[in-house]
């Protein structure tokens, strides 16, 4: 790689805190942000990856404290039960009763990476393991509203106006979903 092709991190760092935000609403930002930096494609996913790596080294601990207290606690110890109970049944409509790593994935891809490495922990997975399903599932998410992000804005060629539908759809579409899947049933 040349030395001219090195991007500047007055350009990474912006873009990388976009991508710490906790919420999905930093990754359109993030993306447009990159895109207006003329960082890559391998590049922007590069920072959204390590995005992910801080996310882990930073909840993993917290994850671990909420584990121990629920041990010496009845009522969160009932609390833990049912809430691995739900994660079951979650679980059970994404892929059948498996909660194999496909299924951890898309609890990552479906949620948020913090409830697929919860749920990789309730069912007995380690740090690496558990995060490595949660940070795929995160990174399938972000590819897809990385490329939904960059192929509106070639329509609507507004930042704004392309960070808002989809912001909008981000919240709009599960619900949407929920709701069909609620009818089917």
Known sequence: MPFSSIQPAS??????KLF???VGGGIPAGVLL???QGLTWPVTAGLY???DVVLAIMFEPVLRLFAAVTRNIPFLTRFNAALKAATARNVAHVSGTSTGPLALVMIAFGVDPMTGR???LAVGHGFLAGWAFAIAGDMLYFAVIALTTLRLNS???DPNTTMLIVLAAMFLVPMLVRKVRGHRE
């Open 34 to 36: 990159a895109r207006s």
């Open 118 to 120: 919860a749920t990789a």
């Open 49 to 51: 990856l390590v995005s």
């Open 11 to 16: 350009h990474l760092l912006p873009v990388f």
């Open 155 to 157: 329509y609507f060629k």
């Open 20 to 22: 710490l935000l906790p």
